[in-house]
């Protein structure tokens, strides 16, 4: 992802809360550890569920030590048995949905210049049926490899804890569908570089 534009952070200060949210917070990091490599990124995005950035990046090594090069190509990562892989640290069903993403791999193109002929959308839809991967995950991917500049992920838990924050006028006292729908409107304004608004959420570090 390149270094954040004045002239998006023009438009995202006309709503004065995310001008207010911008000025107190650090420019956002710089991610892109995997050179456009969707593939790879899928790889480590299950790897790394529901554990620590630290354990997830032992597990993620040792995996790849596995393979010449450290790189699993979906061929060898299939050849592999479940004994052989659970040495990494790799539970069961995070071996199979690894196998999952190997499998999909040899049958449809994760290519970039595949995936950029594509809406954000239709992107989504195209990778969720690979087993452990959802809608949080390939908006992961389409704002960090793949550099989308207006992904919105509502359904991260921090974005919606710091818009409650941020928006509390807006969002006091409701719950379910409402609120989604009221998150939603809120970040309408930000169109179209959603993704900017949401990096800056997650550093924000609310007083």
């Given amino acids: 992802m390149q270094p ?3 002239a998006i952070l023009t438009h995202l200060s006309q709503d ?18 995997y050179a456009d490599d969707v593939y ?5 995005s299950i790897v790394s569920q529901q ?11 040792r995996f790849r030590a596995l393979f010449p090069d450290k790189y699993p190509q979906a061929d060898a990562l299939l050849q592999k048995t479940t004994e052989e892989l659970r040495t990494a640290g790799l539970s069961a069903q995070k071996i199979k949905y690894l196998q999952s993403v190997a499998d999909f ?12 002929s594509m809406t954000d959308e239709a992107i989504v839809q195209y990778l969720v049926p690979i087993k452990g991967v959802g809608r949080w995950t390939v908006e992961m991917l389409l704002m960090f490899v793949l550099d989308r500049p207006d992904v919105f992920p509502i359904d991260d838990l921090v974005i919606r804890q710091r818009m409650l924050l941020a928006y509390p006028e807006r ?3 409701v719950t379910g569908r409402a609120l ?4 939603h409107e809120i970040a309408d304004a930000w169109r179209p570089y959603r993704t900017t608004a949401s990096r800056y959420l997650w550093r924000w570090k609310p007083v």
Avoid: C, W
């Fill in 4 to 6: 954040i534009e004045s």
């Fill in 51 to 61: 554990i620590s950035v630290k354990a997830a990046d032992a597990i993620f090594a």
């Fill in 171 to 173: 969002t006091q006292g």
């Fill in 40 to 44: 790879l990124a899928l790889l480590e």
């Fill in 105 to 116: 791999s040899l049958a449809n193109s994760l290519a970039r210049t595949h995936l950029d």
């Fill in 180 to 183: 989604y729908k009221v998150l």
């Fill in 16 to 33: 004065p809360i995310m001008a207010r949210l911008i000025a107190e917070t650090p420019n956002p990091k710089i991610f892109n550890d």
